[in-house]
């Protein structure tokens, strides 16, 4: 059978508009970014602005009325224990040497005496419950291997043992301001050891109760001052602790002992701590927004070498990241693949080239990943940011 030119020409113009409705009315794959889902750790935190503070601080008052020299002392400096003069103060008639006075330093005395028994006593009772403490976390740690006994109850252990170390360290800080108090006060009333209401006494000399810097000067300037004016703040810069204020809808979920991270501190790297201790009461706190927040003050400790944190000060800001759950090889997507459909979870997985919804089932979540309990295998190639364009039976094409 022969077929003339001009059927052939139609034949090809019937199967070029055959194939181009066919084009015509196939739909375009939609371009879509895709991740995989994977096996590993998943890490719950909270992350939120802090600050450091000296854990112990000590405001030298002015023991004794009189006239204050010039304080030559500036915030940084350097002062040792009984050894660095900080303040002198002249004696200033008849203020200083009346008999309401001389009566008010006695009493002063009086309660310093007392106020160092009661932190003679306190040392004692630190250290009993240090002990106590000490043993239950040595049990704990040589039963935690096998085992016999539960995380909880190893971080608690662990958690009274810390706080009650740190409360040997401050009751240690306690018995020698109680010692200087009681030497200040002993000092202030010497002055009144004449029998003329008018005599006039000795400058009042003020050493370093504590080893440590100048954190405040109060009152730099000479003036008559009164008993108790806050003169000078002195601390010790490497016992530091970290103060994070956090919701408090998040600090029931925070563990005592929880791992903690310092970011963006101005070092290299992160630095390293521990919670110590979850404050049991809330405040209100107004957002950058105007809201109302409860909020819980979180106090944490350095696990870090001194090196690693002596440039930091009293009051530097830090951004902290607390550690709220830990869990090992669970299946992790990305939070962007997830999205809600009839009141549950799902996915869109590709298979084929083709977009199926897939409803999954999904555990904790932190802010790049969520754990899948039950839908998903490892592997699977998952589409994130879905658009409205997709559908269960979609064609797409994969772009990185």
Same mark, same amino acid.
């Given at each position: 059978?022969?077929?003339?030119?001009?059927?052939?020409?139609?034949?090809?113009?019937?199967?070029?508009?055959?194939?181009?409705? *066919?084009?015509?009315?196939?739909?375009?794959?939609?371009?879509?970014?895709?991740?995989?889902?994977?096996?590993?750790?998943?890490?719950?935190? @909270?992350?939120?602005?802090?600050?450091?503070?000296?854990?112990?601080?000590?405001?030298?008052?002015?023991?004794? #009325?009189?006239?204050?020299?010039?304080?030559?002392?500036?915030?940084? $400096?350097?002062?040792?224990?009984?050894?660095?003069?900080?303040?002198? &103060?002249?004696?200033?008639?008849?203020?200083?040497?009346?008999?309401?006075?001389? *009566?008010?330093?006695?009493? =002063?005395?009086?309660?310093?005496?007392?106020?160092?028994?009661?932190? %003679?006593?306190?040392?004692?009772? #630190?250290? &009993?419950?240090?002990?106590? /403490?000490?043993?239950?976390?040595?049990?704990?740690?040589?039963?935690?291997?096998?085992?016999?006994?539960?995380?909880?109850?190893?971080?608690?252990? %662990?958690?009274?043992?810390?706080?009650?170390?740190?409360?040997?360290?401050?009751?240690?800080?306690?018995?020698?301001?109680?010692?200087?108090?009681?030497?200040? #006060? =002993?000092?202030?009333?010497?002055?009144?050891?004449?029998?003329?209401?008018?005599?006039?006494?000795?400058?009042?000399?003020?050493?370093?109760?504590?080893?440590?810097?100048?954190?405040?000067?109060?009152?730099?300037?000479?003036?008559?001052?009164?008993?108790?004016?806050?003169?000078?703040?002195?601390? $010790?810069? =490497? /016992?530091?602790?970290?103060?994070? +204020?956090?919701?408090?809808?998040?600090?029931?979920?925070?563990?005592?002992?929880?791992?903690?991270?310092?970011?963006?501190?101005?070092?290299?790297?992160?630095?390293?701590?521990?919670?110590?201790?979850?404050?049991?009461?809330?405040?209100?706190?107004?957002?950058?927004?105007?809201?109302?927040?409860?909020?819980?003050?979180?106090?944490?400790?350095?696990?870090?070498?001194?090196?690693?944190?002596?440039?930091?000060?009293?009051?530097?800001?830090?951004?902290?990241?607390?550690?709220?759950?830990?869990?090992? /090889?669970?299946?992790? @997507?990305?939070?962007?693949?997830?999205?809600?459909?009839?009141?549950?979870?799902?996915?869109?997985?590709? +298979?084929? $080239?083709?977009?199926?919804?897939?409803?999954? *089932?999904?555990?904790?979540?932190?802010?790049?990943? *969520?754990?899948?309990?039950?839908?998903?295998?490892?592997?699977?190639?998952?589409?994130?940011?879905?658009?409205?364009?997709?559908?269960?039976?979609?064609?797409?094409?994969? &772009?990185?």
């Amino acid at each position: 059978m022969k077929f003339s030119l001009r059927t052939i020409i139609w034949a090809f113009v019937l199967l070029a508009m055959i194939f181009a409705g *066919t084009f015509a009315l196939t739909p375009k794959p939609v371009d879509v970014e895709f991740a995989t889902v994977t096996e590993g750790p998943l890490v719950v935190s @909270v992350r939120e602005d802090g600050k450091t503070r000296i854990r112990e601080k000590y405001i030298v008052s002015a023991p004794v #009325a009189g006239r204050l020299s010039r304080i030559e002392l500036e915030a940084g $400096d350097e002062v040792s224990s009984e050894n660095t003069l900080l303040a002198v &103060i002249q004696p200033s008639v008849p203020v200083m040497l009346d008999a309401r006075s001389r *009566t008010q330093a006695e009493a =002063r005395v009086q309660g310093a005496e007392a106020s160092v028994r009661r932190s %003679k006593s306190s040392a004692e009772q #630190a250290k &009993i419950t240090h002990e106590l /403490n000490k043993s239950k976390f040595d049990r704990a740690k040589r039963l935690m291997p096998d085992k016999a006994i539960s995380r909880d109850d190893y971080d608690t252990a %662990k958690t009274k043992y810390l706080a009650s170390l740190q409360a040997i360290k401050s009751s240690k800080f306690d018995a020698e301001i109680a010692s200087f108090e009681l030497e200040l #006060a =002993r000092a202030a009333a010497s002055q009144f050891n004449g029998d003329e209401i008018n005599e006039v006494g000795k400058p009042f000399e003020i050493f370093a109760p504590v080893a440590g810097k100048i954190l405040k000067v109060f009152q730099e300037s000479a003036a008559v001052v009164g008993v108790g004016t806050p003169l000078l703040e002195i601390g $010790d810069p =490497r /016992n530091l602790e970290i103060e994070v +204020d956090v919701l408090s809808i998040d600090a029931v979920r925070i563990k005592p002992s929880a791992e903690l991270t310092i970011e963006h501190w101005g070092g290299r790297s992160p630095l390293r701590g521990n919670v110590r201790v979850i404050e049991p009461a809330a405040f209100t706190k107004i957002s950058s927004l105007g809201v109302e927040e409860q909020r819980v003050n979180i106090i944490a400790d350095f696990s870090e070498q001194a090196d690693r944190i002596a440039m930091l000060g009293d009051g530097y800001r830090v951004e902290a990241r607390i550690t709220i759950d830990e869990l090992q /090889n669970v299946l992790l @997507v990305p939070n962007s693949s997830l999205f809600r459909y009839r009141r549950q979870w799902h996915v869109f997985i590709i +298979d084929d $080239d083709i977009a199926q919804m897939q409803p999954v *089932t999904v555990g904790i979540q932190n802010e790049s990943h *969520t754990q899948i309990v039950k839908g998903l295998v490892h592997g699977a190639k998952v589409i994130v940011y879905p658009s409205d364009e997709i559908q269960s039976g979609t064609t797409v094409r994969l &772009i990185k």
